[in-house]
Each structure stands twice: as structure tokens, then as C-alpha cells.
């Protein structure tokens, strides 16, 4: 499991990469793959999956009472 800081310095770092990922130089990011370019594939597909996969699956559940 993540401590939940962890968890949300790897979600803000979803969100960093994806400027970093617009940045880069030469238009890198405007390649296509299937029809869309990396940028959106990142901003679009895989940065959401992995902020479910920290959000849902990485972080403890606040919910259930934590044992003392």
C-alpha cells in the first residue's frame, strides 16, 4: 500500500508529465499512433488508467474504520 501522500505526489506527477510530454521538443508529442497523437493517447488513456489504478487500487480505502 501507498501512504496516501504518496499517492497524491504520483497522481500530481500524472498530471506533470503530461506538460512535460507537451514540451518536448520537435513536436514529439504530436506523433501519431493509431490516428492520435501520444499526447492525447497519454492525456486520454493511459494517465487516467494509472490515476484509477493509484486512486482505487494503491490507496487505502477511508472508509473502513483503521485498527488501533
Same mark, same amino acid.
Given at each position: ?8 505526489? /504520483? /497522481?500530481?506527477?500524472? +498530471?506533470?508529465?503530461? /506538460?512535460?510530454i507537451a514540451? %518536448?521538443? #520537435?513536436?514529439?508529442? @504530436?506523433?501519431? +499512433?493509431?490516428?492520435?497523437?501520444? /499526447? ?6 493511459? !494517465?487516467? %488508467?494509472? @490515476?484509477w489504478l493509484? !486512486?482505487?487500487? !494503491? %490507496?487505502? #480505502? ?7
Amino acid at each position: 500500500m501507498i501512504h496516501r501522500a504518496g499517492g497524491v505526489v /504520483l /497522481l500530481v506527477l500524472l +498530471l506533470v508529465a503530461f /506538460l512535460v510530454i507537451a514540451a %518536448l521538443p #520537435d513536436q514529439i508529442a @504530436a506523433i501519431r +499512433l493509431a490516428g492520435l497523437s501520444v /499526447l492525447w493517447w497519454y492525456g486520454g488513456v493511459a !494517465a487516467p %488508467l494509472f @490515476a484509477w489504478l493509484i !486512486a482505487v487500487v !494503491a %490507496l487505502p #480505502d477511508s472508509s473502513r474504520p483503521r485498527p488501533e
